[in-house]
């Protein structure tokens, strides 16, 4: 069972995610900043069923120990990067 459903409605951009399972049935963006945050322990797993954007020169980062070897990204649709944007 997924702890979070269309969190944010999608629109992830601003927001702390902590560990967990996230499932969207739309299109995810991140319009600003946003942080993923756990300890080297901690897993995250997005499922994103549409899209997912990340905005020109924004940046997706990791805090408190939180590895990127711990977070899986299934999305179906496609993935678009913006110029300058920092995915970790």
Known sequence: ??????????ALGGTT??????????????????????SSRDTWIFQIAGDMS?????????AGGALAS???WVVAGKTTHGAGSHFE
């Open 70 to 72: 711990n977070i899986v």
């Open 54 to 62: 990340i905005a020109a020169n924004k940046r997706i980062t990791l």
């Open 1 to 10: 069972n997924p702890d979070h459903v269309e969190y944010n409605s999608g």
């Open 17 to 38: 995610l902590f560990p967990g399972l996230y499932k969207f049935g739309t299109n995810v963006g991140f319009s600003t900043d946003c942080t993923i945050s756990g």
